[in-house]
């Protein structure tokens, strides 16, 4: 007799059938036996424990009523976010920005309301699979443009662009990450800023802007982001609290046109976002509060960047190259020639230090084996000199 199991398979939508492995196990499993530099987790350290309890505290005494009952989303969190688009640039409105649970549900939405199976996507290779694969499952088939130091290759996509209209094919959307690129830690030049928001207005294509790292800049000027440079409503910005307060909380947004805000809305089954939530970190941004916040982690996360750096220039081989990046979580490193970052994880994991190869970080499979990722945000230092040093070891053990 066939098992339910077998049986079950047969029920679940196409696009569902195929398990992939989640980015991080289920919960409850056990602390990780090695020193992982694998994933951009936030520093335990910087979360604001007492002004968060403050903040909840206060959400419960004043607003009990709105905040634990159903309800619509906080529209004083949304003002807030309204004005940091200002303060930036964008000339945003309320109706505008859509408040999400964290910036994932925002980039897993967004292919529910553009594509339909076999529609084209334009991603980055290397990117952050964990939209990227979003994308797949909608069916999109997805094109590729590599990233170099500066960023997106905007020449490359300008080719695509042009090939796919030839072809009579117009893309969905193009996702990028121009600012501390996840997984490379590049910035994308002003000058590509220009071309990228020029192309996607000539050829009618929304780029969504993935900014979850933007405000965590430790070196140099800031860039305009590409909402900043949009006149004409083609760039649809994704943000997020994880990085700069909590991702435990879950509070992401969108800015967009708001033909797009009413679809993202249609199909966001729960209508409204946290309405505790939502009031909590409200309160805690209130006053500059956030401001002060990030400046803080951005002397932190600084800090720590150049402590793996160093670390690296010690303890890698010379062949081993990386860009130092001006903020952000991630210093993505270029084996010597002839290394395979997965032989290499093999050889770390045995002395007890992790990292992400560059194979996760490309949809196509056969990329990546000659990058690594290493995540400098939620280990201390003392761990991102031990397991740096270790993943050095594991360059010998090959
Ligand atoms: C580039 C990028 N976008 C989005 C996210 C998801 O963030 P959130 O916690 O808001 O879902 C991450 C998390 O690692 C990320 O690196």
């Not at 009579?168 to 600012?179: A, D, E, L, M, S």
């Amino acid at each position: 007799m066939t098992s339910t199991a077998d049986r079950l398979i047969d029920l679940f939508a196409t696009r569902v059938r195929e398990v992939t492995p989640p980015l991080f196990g289920a919960a409850g499993e056990a602390a990780r036996p090695v020193i992982s530099l694998a994933y951009g987790l936030a520093d335990p350290d910087l979360f604001p424990r007492a002004e968060l309890m403050a903040a909840a505290a206060e959400v419960l005494a004043y607003e009990a009523a709105e905040s634990l009952n159903y309800a619509m989303s906080y529209p004083g969190l949304t003002d807030q976010i309204v004005e940091r688009l200002r303060a930036e640039g964008v000339a945003a409105q309320p109706e505008q920005v859509l408040v999400g649970y964290g910036s994932g549900q925002i980039l897993a939405l967004l292919p529910e309301i553009f594509v339909d199976p076999g529609d084209v996507v334009i991603i980055e290779g290397p990117s952050f699979l964990g939209a990227v694969k979003r994308f797949l499952q909608s069916g999109a088939r997805l094109v590729t443009v590599p990233v170099d130091e500066h960023g997106m290759d905007v020449a490359a996509l300008a080719d695509v662009l042009r090939r796919l209209a030839a072809e009579g094919r117009r893309p969905k959307f193009i996702y990028t990450i121009p600012t501390f690129h996840n997984p490379t830690g590049v910035t994308l030049s002003l000058e590509r800023r220009r071309q990228l928001v020029a192309l996607a207005a000539e050829y009618g294509v929304p780029v969504v802007e993935d900014d979850a790292y933007l405000d965590l800049r430790f070196a140099g000027e800031p860039l305009p982001s590409l909402a900043a440079l949009d006149q004409e409503g083609w760039v649809i910005r994704v943000g997020t609290y994880s990085k700069i307060l909590a991702p435990g909380l879950r509070i992401g947004w969108v800015y967009a046109r708001r033909e797009i805000i009413d679809r993202l809305l249609m199909v966001k089954a729960e209508g409204t976002t946290g309405p505790f939530i939502t009031r909590v970190v409200a309160r805690f941004s209130a006053a500059g509060r956030l401001e002060r916040h990030i400046a803080a982690l951005r002397q932190h996360y600084a800090a720590k960047c150049a402590v793996m750096a160093a670390a690296i220039r010690r303890h890698f081989p010379a062949g081993a190259r990386f860009l130092l990046p001006s903020g952000g979580f991630f210093i993505w490193v270029t084996l010597p020639a002839g290394v395979s970052a997965n032989a290499l994880l093999a050889a770390a994991r045995t002395r007890g230090a992790e990292f992400l190869p560059g194979t996760a970080c490309f949809a196509e499979p056969g990329h990546g084996d000659d990058a690594i990722r290493l995540a400098f945000s939620f280990q201390s230092s003392a761990q991102i000199e031990e397991g740096i040093a270790r993943i050095g070891a594991a360059f010998n053990d090959l």
